[in-house]
């Protein structure tokens, strides 16, 4: 019988602090991050195959195969984050892979990280490797950003492995993530409020992430960032008190702010869809990830959702189902 070894790891929605969790702010000053995952996720499948061969396929990037008998896999930007694991782990033994998302790349949910998230509890799970939260998200982290170079802070990362609401503290000292646990007539009055669009347009993280270190090595947007942190715990307690208003305006403050990080957080085209769920019933809301595009995230006037998800699709936006996800990566076995 053919064993496949699956893990999932779920998408997450940023609610404010995002870009505090960038080196060398996170480092020199302390950042703070409050993001919840949702039901939209990352899979991977591992089957060994008996063999000394990787073979890859992706829905989002095609396909890949190489010998795994000469040395260290070079990355070379296809397929690099599989490529990364493997050689983290020496594996010499053959082994397909099968990999997708329920978003596209470049959404702001966090696809990347949560991509080898899930990579990861698939072959530690395979390989019999344990690991605990932090160790398994601490080594997404640096395989993808240290090892790979690929520009972003660690709430994705933490978020894909530890799943729900969560305040997440970052600084030289490291990483602390503190559970947030809200009441499920708080969760469910949330959903009812929210709402979540895709506007139809993919961004490249990497060179917003670049504008706004720069900005921050100048000095010109430390103000904003500062703002962005306290409004990241200010959410949680307001969350956590059930005040479903108060937090949606705070995630319109976050968006302002956010926009201060670097001109490149938005767009004309952005800031129509704003305006357009603003002006039709959502309290407040934001960009997921970023900036640039992807996922919007609202909180409405429960009697107006249905007015505002009707002017952003008028607009060509994207309305999301969805609901929010407690549980972080899991892995399971699978025998046909």
Same mark, same amino acid.
């Given at each position: 019988?053919? @064993?496949?070894?699956?893990?999932?790891?779920?998408?997450? +929605?940023?609610?404010?602090?995002?870009?505090?969790?960038?080196?060398?702010?996170?480092? !020199?000053?302390?950042?703070?991050?409050?993001?919840?995952?949702?039901?939209?996720?990352?899979?991977?499948?591992?089957?060994?195959?008996?063999?000394?061969?990787?073979?890859?396929?992706?829905?989002?990037?095609?396909?890949?195969?190489?010998?795994?008998?000469?040395?260290?896999?070079?990355?070379?930007?296809?397929?690099?984050?599989? #490529?990364?694991?493997?050689?983290?782990?020496? +594996?010499?033994?053959?082994?397909?892979? %099968? $990999?997708?998302?329920?978003?596209?790349?470049?959404?702001?949910?966090?696809?990347?990280?949560?991509? +080898?998230?899930? $990579?990861?509890? /698939?072959?530690? !799970?395979?390989?019999?490797?344990?690991?605990?939260?932090?160790?398994?998200? !601490?080594?997404?982290?640096?395989?993808?950003? @240290?090892?790979?170079?690929? #520009?972003?802070?660690?709430?994705?990362?933490? /978020?894909?492995? %530890?799943?729900?609401?969560?305040?997440? @503290?970052?600084?030289?000292?490291?990483?602390?993530?503190?559970?947030?646990?809200?009441?499920?007539d708080i969760i469910n009055e949330l959903q009812?409020?929210?709402?979540?669009?895709?506007?139809?347009?993919?961004?490249?993280?990497?060179?917003?992430?670049?504008?706004?270190?720069?900005?921050?090595?100048?000095?010109?947007?430390?103000?904003?960032?500062? /703002?962005?942190?306290?409004?990241?715990?200010?959410?949680?307690?307001?969350?956590?008190?059930?005040? $479903?208003?108060?937090?949606?305006?705070?995630?319109?403050?976050?968006?302002?702010?956010?926009?201060? %990080?670097?001109?490149?957080?938005?767009?004309?085209?952005?800031?129509?869809?704003?305006?357009?769920?603003?002006?039709?019933?959502? +309290?407040?809301?934001?960009?997921?990830? &970023?900036?640039?595009?992807?996922?919007?995230?609202?909180?409405? @006037?429960?009697?107006?959702?249905?007015?505002? &998800?009707?002017?952003?699709t008028k607009m060509k936006a994207t309305i999301t189902d969805f609901?929010?996800?407690?549980?972080?990566?899991?892995?399971?076995?699978?025998?046909?």
């Amino acid at each position: 019988m053919k @064993e496949m070894i699956r893990a999932r790891a779920p998408l997450r +929605i940023g609610m404010a602090g995002g870009g505090t969790d960038v080196e060398p702010y996170a480092s !020199e000053r302390g950042g703070y991050v409050f993001n919840t995952t949702i039901d939209k996720y990352a899979y991977c499948t591992v089957v060994p195959n008996g063999s000394d061969r990787l073979s890859i396929v992706s829905l989002d990037y095609g396909t890949f195969e190489a010998q795994l008998d000469g040395g260290p896999l070079k990355y070379d930007g296809n397929m690099d984050l599989i #490529k990364a694991v493997s050689n983290h782990f020496s +594996i010499t033994d053959g082994f397909d892979v %099968f $990999i997708h998302s329920d978003a596209p790349p470049g959404s702001g949910l966090g696809g990347s990280s949560t991509v +080898i998230v899930s $990579i990861l509890g /698939a072959v530690t !799970e395979w390989l019999g490797v344990r690991m605990n939260d932090y160790d398994l998200a !601490e080594l997404a982290f640096k395989l993808e950003r @240290e090892e790979l170079g690929l #520009k972003g802070g660690k709430q994705d990362q933490y /978020a894909a492995v %530890f799943g729900g609401f969560n305040l997440m @503290e970052f600084g030289r000292s490291g990483v602390r993530v503190n559970k947030v646990r809200l009441k499920d007539d708080i969760i469910n009055e949330l959903q009812y409020c929210s709402l979540l669009c895709y506007t139809g347009r993919s961004r490249e993280s990497a060179n917003i992430i670049d504008s706004q270190m720069a900005r921050y090595s100048e000095g010109s947007n430390t103000d904003a960032l500062d /703002a962005s942190k306290k409004l990241a715990v200010d959410e949680r307690n307001a969350l956590v008190r059930g005040n $479903i208003k108060e937090f949606g305006g705070m995630l319109n403050d976050a968006w302002e702010q956010k926009k201060k %990080f670097t001109p490149d957080v938005t767009n004309s085209s952005l800031d129509k869809f704003y305006r357009a769920a603003m002006d039709s019933g959502a +309290i407040g809301g934001k960009v997921s990830g &970023a900036g640039g595009g992807g996922f919007m995230y609202f909180v409405c @006037e429960y009697d107006k959702k249905h007015l505002v &998800a009707k002017e952003l699709t008028k607009m060509k936006a994207t309305i999301t189902d969805f609901m929010f996800e407690k549980t972080g990566v899991q892995m399971w076995r699978q025998r046909e």
